[in-house]
């Protein structure tokens, strides 16, 4: 199956700080999701950015699908934004529509 | 939009017991997908249904587990003669017909299995 890498594994950050959170994947994909799991479990979507780039007030996230990474920026982070950040993708072939290949998230901790 | 709603949050359970969860999809989403997540991992994906036909199931689920969706709305998965590698949080998530967004994914707040 495809490889879901993530880095960094682990992030500590005091509020205010920005940050980079990278995912490389191995093959050609159609979907790609950026996820926060709040400590609670919820996975609460950030994107969907199979490519290009969006922004969603404080996060920014940009897809290279030709090189096969993607970048989620967090600016002026804050408490509430602690948590696991999972990136996912679905392949573009042979493979069930939706059928999502999680990488193994980085733990963001954000100190007041 | 009330989103994905899974019950019950939370199941204790002894090993051998049969336990059962159930998700309540996005009502207009006709895709279904059940995951699994233990500690330190990304979910791990067990099976997939479109409308009430279950189109594919993962190599993870042994024939102990079973899910259905009887009437192409809400799920259930049965976990039969649990076992304590079965301690996870069991997500469930849905999508509906690839539309101007894509294929987004939505999760619901997951089930907590414990196996004692």
């Known amino acids: 199956g495809i490889q879901v890498e993530q880095s960094p594994p682990d992030l500590i950050l005091q509020e205010g700080a920005n940050s980079t959170l990278r995912c490389n994947f191995s093959d050609s994909v159609n979907n790609l999701q950026w996820f926060h799991q709040n400590p609670w479990g919820q996975l609460i979507n950030l994107f969907y950015?199979?490519?290009g780039t969006k922004q969603n007030g404080r996060l920014s996230a940009t897809t290279v699908a030709t090189e096969r990474y993607s970048l989620l920026y967090i600016s002026s982070s804050q408490t509430t934004d602690s948590g696991v950040y999972f990136c996912?993708?679905?392949?573009?072939?042979?493979?069930?529509?939706?059928?999502?290949?999680f990488g193994r998230g980085t733990q963001l901790t954000v100190w007041p | 939009d009330t989103g994905v709603s899974q019950d019950p949050r939370h199941k204790i359970t002894k090993r051998g017991q049969n336990v059962t969860f159930r998700c309540d999809p996005i009502?207009?989403?006709?895709?279904l997908y059940w995951y699994r997540q233990t500690l330190g991992q990304g979910p791990e994906f067990l099976t997939y249904f479109q409308n009430e036909a279950q189109l594919e199931k993962s190599r993870l689920l042994s024939d102990r587990f079973s899910a259905e969706r009887p009437k192409g709305s809400f799920s259930t998965l049965e976990i039969q003669r649990t076992e304590q590698g079965d301690s996870a949080m069991y997500l469930c998530?849905?999508?509906?017909?690839?539309?101007?967004?894509?294929?987004?994914?939505?999760f619901g707040e997951g089930s907590w299995l414990t196996v004692v």
């Open positions: 950015i199979p490519s």
């Open positions: 996912a993708v679905e392949l573009d072939r042979g493979s069930t529509l939706g059928r999502l290949y």
């Open positions: 009502s207009e989403h006709n895709r």
């Open positions: 998530a849905s999508s509906a017909h690839p539309g101007h967004s894509g294929n987004t994914i939505y």
